[in-house]
């Protein structure tokens, strides 16, 4: 079952998604940064939060292949099932309208006036802090990256294809970012979510099955059938959701 490939597309996919979502988030931090106070504090707290990442990683990783395999499957699977569930929350709420969507040009413009404001206090240390801020930023949204690709890595040998696919994520966005020199606003950022957090809810659910010996029928297939599952009922939950405020205003 290792590596099969019908295990291999969808943790490569969540990974990617997952740091889609997040690479976005960063970019718009890294770039209001740029902007106010160009491109070298922003490279070098960006890099230094990608390396404190990439360590994480590697020390992490293989320590995990110490730990009992069903343990390691049933709390990784709890964990991830928790998270996915927190985005899921999150993408309903969005796509029913109880909250609003993320807006990357409002944050944009917030992190900008900020880093302004912080220019007129205090000039002379504003490099220090605009490295600070980009190192916090890549960190803080990196380290979402970085656990969901070691929980989908964990005890299956898949470390690599998770890797690559939020690797490959994080050079799309950088590239993008680099090129238009503006926040991504136009990215499906709420879509993105609603995916990510049916695909690591249905990893959750599978891994933490196989942590307590549930034998899934098609074995990695249920991964799929879980994702059905789940998009189906948060489908119908955003509908309930809206019907309310439907009421209300009619």
Do not use: Y
Not at 65 to 89: K, S
Not at 112 to 128: M, S
């Amino acid at each position: 079952m290792t590596g099969s490939l019908t295990l291999i597309w969808p943790v490569v996919t969540a990974a990617f998604l997952a740091s889609l979502v997040e690479a976005v988030e960063a970019l718009t931090i890294v770039l209001a940064v740029a902007t106010v106070r160009g491109w070298r504090p922003a490279g070098l707290g960006s890099l230094a939060g990608l390396a404190v990442l990439a360590l994480i990683v590697v020390v992490l990783g293989p320590l995990l292949g110490h730990v009992p395999l069903r343990l390691l499957q049933f709390v990784i699977g709890v964990l991830l099932l928790l998270f996915g569930m927190r985005w899921l929350r999150k993408a309903i709420l969005r796509s029913a309208g109880v909250i609003p969507l993320h807006d990357e040009t409002l944050t944009f413009a917030t992190e900008t006036a900020e880093l302004r404001e912080q220019a007129r206090r205090n000039e002379a240390r504003l490099d220090w802090l605009a490295t600070l801020t980009t190192f916090k930023a890549v960190l803080l949204e990196g380290l979402e990256v970085v656990f969901i690709v070691i929980a989908l890595s964990a005890g299956h040998g898949m470390l690599l294809p998770a890797s690559a696919g939020a690797l490959a994520a994080c050079l799309l966005v950088a590239g993008v970012g680099f090129i238009v020199h503006r926040p991504l606003a136009r990215v499906p950022e709420n879509t993105l979510k609603f995916a990510v957090g049916v695909m690591l809810s249905a990893f959750g659910v599978f891994w933490a099955g196989e942590g307590l010996g549930v034998a899934w029928p098609g074995e990695d297939l249920a991964i799929v059938a879980f994702a059905v599952m789940f998009l189906a009922v948060s489908g119908a939950a955003v509908v309930l959701a809206r019907r309310p405020r439907a009421e209300v205003l009619s």
